[in-house]
C-alpha cells in the first residue's frame, strides 16, 4: 500500500538536559550556580520549542533590501521578517550581550555567558553574529573610548529590548577581507570643527539593521589606518551618509542580512589611537573569534543530539540504527569532536573571564592570546566535517532542504571563513608565537596543568598528553618556510591546547561519578587527534611548490 512506510523525523527536547558535556563542564567550573541552572535548563526548553520555530520562520523569510520607496525616495530599508525581530527582543531578554557585562559571577561571567550562547546559538538562524560583533564592540569601547563607552555600552548590554542596540563591525572593502592594512581604502576627512566625516565603500558588512558600527578608515594626510565608531542613523532619523547597495545571496546564513555599502560624508568618531586601527580593533577581533567558537559548539551539539533521537527511532535492516555498531562509531567519532571542542571553546572563555576581571596572570594572559586564534580555527572545521558526517547521518533526508537539516551545513561553511580563515588564523599564531612569545608561558602553564593529573585516574591520558608537549616543535618565524608550515603548527597546537581542559574535565567527571564518558573522549583525542610534528617546514615548503602547481 503506498504510504505505509514513513520514516519519523528526528525530535528535540530540552537542550539543556540532553547535553551531558554541557552540564558537566558547566558543574566543574561554576561549581555553585544557584538560580543560573534554572536559568540553562529555561533556555534548553525554549531553545527546543519557540526558538527553534522563530529560527525555522526567520530561515524561511530573508530579509529584503528596499532601495526606494513608493515615490522614488531613497530610502534603503532593510526588511527582515517578524521571527528575525523577534529573535533579537529574546536574545535581549535572555542577556545575551548583557550576561557577560553584568558583575554578580566575577569572572566566571564568561562561562555563563557562553553557556547561554551555546544554548541559544543552533535556535537563533545565527542571530548571533549580531550577538558577537554586538559584545566586542561594547568591549573595544571600554578599552579604547571610555566616553563612548558610557552612551553606547549600557545600549549594547541592554536586557530591555526597548533599549537594546546591536553593533556592526565594518571591516572588508573591495579588496578582500584578510590583509586589512592594504586592502582598505576608506577615507577619513576632518572638518574645520573637528568632526570626522567617512567616504568609502564596505564590501561585507553583516547585521545592517545594528543601530551602531566600528569600522576602519584612512585619515587624510596620515598613514596608517584608524579605528571609527558611527551611528546608522542621525538625531533626526535620517541615515547617516550611508547607501546600501544591496544585500549579500550567500551559501548560508541566508536569515542574516549582510549588505554591501557606500559612506558619502558619514559622521563619525575616532576611536583609539590615531593611524593604530588594527591595533585598536584586535579585542572586537578576539570577542568575535571566540563566539565563533561557540558557535561552532553549538551546532556540534544539536546535530548530535538530533542524531540520537533519529538512531532511536529510524528502523534500518529490521532494527533501531542505534543498535548498529559502525553507526554508534561514526556517533562516537563525532562526540569526541564535540568534547574537545567544547572543552578548549569555554577554557578560552573562562580565560576571557579572567582578563576582563583583571586577574588573569601574565602566562594566562598569553594563553588567551594564542588561544583564541586556535580555538576558532580548530572549532570552525570540526563543525563542516561533523555538520557533514551528521547529514550523511540522516541519509537521503539530510540533503533534503524541509528537513530543516541541510541548513546546518551551509551555516557551518561559514564559520572558517568569516572573522579570518584558517590559514589568516594560522598566520596570526605564528605571529603571536614569533613576535609576542606567548608559547613559553602557554606550554608552562598547560604543562603544570597536567602535571596535576598525572596522579589521578586520568594519569596515563595525562602522561601520553605531556609527552606530546614536550615534542620539539619548529618554531614559526618569518621566512617562508615558517608560513608553508603555519596551519599545521596551529592545528596541532590547537589539538593540544584542546587535550588540556579535556583532561581535567574528564578526571572531574571520574571522580564525581559522571561515568567514563568524557575519559574515553579524552583518551581517543589524545591518541587519535594530536598530529605529529611532521617533516621539516622547508620540506613541506619545497613539496607545495611542485604539488600544488603555483
Ligand atoms: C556566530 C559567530 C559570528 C562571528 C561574527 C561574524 C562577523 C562577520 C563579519 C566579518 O567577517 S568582519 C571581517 C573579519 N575580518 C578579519 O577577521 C580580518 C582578517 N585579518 C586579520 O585578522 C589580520 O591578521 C589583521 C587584519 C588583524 C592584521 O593584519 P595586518 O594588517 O598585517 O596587521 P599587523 O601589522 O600584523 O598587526 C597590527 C597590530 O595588531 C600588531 O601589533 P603591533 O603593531 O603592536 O606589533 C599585531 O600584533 C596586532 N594584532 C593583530 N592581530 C591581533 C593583534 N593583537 C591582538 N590580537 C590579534 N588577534
Not at 191 to 204: A, C, I, N, P, Q
Request: proline residues 6%.
Amino acid at each position: 500500500m503506498d504510504g505505509a512506510f514513513f520514516q519519523d523525523p528526528p525530535r528535540l527536547a530540552n537542550t539543556f538536559d540532553a547535553d551531558a558535556v554541557l552540564r558537566e563542564t558547566l558543574a566543574r567550573l561554576i561549581p555553585e550556580p544557584g538560580a543560573l541552572a534554572g536559568v540553562w535548563r529555561a533556555l534548553g526548553d525554549a531553545a527546543a520549542g519557540p526558538l527553534a520555530a522563530l529560527a525555522r520562520e526567520a530561515e524561511s523569510s530573508p530579509p529584503r533590501h528596499v532601495p526606494f520607496d513608493a515615490w522614488g525616495r531613497r530610502v534603503d530599508a532593510i526588511e527582515v521578517s517578524p521571527a528575525w525581530t523577534a529573535l533579537q527582543h529574546e536574545a535581549a531578554r535572555w542577556g545575551l550581550a548583557a550576561a557577560a557585562y553584568e558583575p554578580e559571577l566575577g569572572p566566571l561571567a564568561r562561562v555563563h555567558h557562553f553557556a547561554l550562547l551555546h544554548l541559544f546559538g543552533p535556535s537563533s538562524a545565527i542571530w548571533t553574529c549580531y550577538l558577537a560583533m554586538t559584545d566586542g564592540a561594547a568591549r573595544t569601547l571600554i578599552e579604547h573610548a571610555p566616553e563612548l563607552a558610557r552612551h553606547a555600552v549600557p545600549h549594547l548590554t541592554s536586557r530591555d529590548p526597548a533599549t537594546f542596540w546591536t553593533s556592526g563591525q565594518w571591516m572588508t572593502e573591495r579588496g578582500g577581507g584578510s590583509d586589512v592594512g592594504g586592502g582598505t581604502h576608506t577615507v577619513a576627512r576632518r572638518e574645520d570643527d573637528g568632526s570626522w566625516r567617512l567616504f568609502g565603500t564596505k564590501w561585507f558588512t553583516s547585521a545592517i539593521t545594528s543601530e551602531m558600527a566600528l569600522t576602519l578608515a584612512r585619515a587624510e594626510g596620515e598613514t596608517g589606518l584608524s579605528l571609527f565608531y558611527l551611528e546608522q542613523r542621525l538625531a533626526d532619523g535620517s541615515r547617516n551618509g550611508i547607501t546600501i547597495h544591496r544585500l549579500k545571496d550567500k551559501l548560508g546564513t541566508r536569515a542574516l542580512p549582510t549588505a554591501e555599502l557606500t559612506m558619502d560624508g558619514t559622521r563619525a568618531v575616532r576611536v583609539g589611537e590615531p593611524g593604530r586601527g588594527v591595533k585598536s580593533i584586535t579585542p572586537l577581533l578576539n570577542v568575535t573569534r571566540l563566539h565563533n567558537a561557540i558557535s561552532a559548539c553549538g551546532m556540534m551539539a544539536r546535530l548530535l543530539q538530533l542524531l540520537r533521537d533519529y538512531a532511536r527511532r529510524r528502523i534500518v535492516f529490521g532494527a533501531p540504527l542505534a543498535a548498529a555498531p559502525l553507526h554508534r562509531e561514526t556517533l562516537a567519532a563525532l562526540q569526541v569532536e564535540y568534547e574537545a571542542a567544547f572543552a578548549l571553546t569555554l577554557d578560552g572563555a573562562r580565560l576571557l573571564g579572567r582578563r576582563e576581571h583583571g586577574v588573569a596572570s601574565d602566562a594566562e594572559r598569553a594563553a588567551l592570546r594564542l588561544l583564541t586564534p586556535l580555538v576558532k580555527l580548530l572549532t570552525a572545521k570540526q563543525a563542516v566535517a561533523l555538520a557533514s558526517e551528521a547529514l550523511e547521518g540522516f541519509g537521503g533526508a539530510g540533503y533534503v532542504e524541509d528537513t530543516g537539516l541541510p541548513v546546518y551545513l551551509r551555516d557551518a561553511q561559514v564559520l572558517p571563513i568569516w572573522e579570518g580563515t584558517t590559514n589568516v588564523l594560522s598566520l596570526d599564531v605564528r605571529r603571536a608565537v614569533a613576535r609576542d612569545g606567548v608559547l613559553e608561558p602557554w606550554i608552562a602553564l598547560s604543562r603544570s596543568r597536567l602535571e596535576a593529573l598525572v596522579r589521578g585516574p586520568l594519569g596515563r591520558i595525562a602522561s601520553e598528553a605531556l609527552g606530546h608537549l614536550a615534542a620539539p616543535m619548529a618554531l614559526p618565524t618569518d621566512d617562508p618556510a615558517s608560513e608553508a608550515g603555519a596551519r599545521r603548527f596551529a592545528l596541532r597546537l590547537a589539538a593540544l591546547a584542546a587535550a588540556v581542559p579535556l583532561c581535567e574535565q574528564a578526571a572531574w567527571s571520574l571522580d564525581q561519578g559522571h561515568g567514563e564518558r568524557s575519559a574515553l573522549a579524552a583518551a581517543r583525542w589524545v591518541r587519535e587527534r594530536i598530529p605529529p610534528t611532521g617533516e621539516s617546514s622547508e620540506q613541506r615548503l619545497r613539496e607545495s611548490v611542485v604539488l600544488s602547481g603555483l
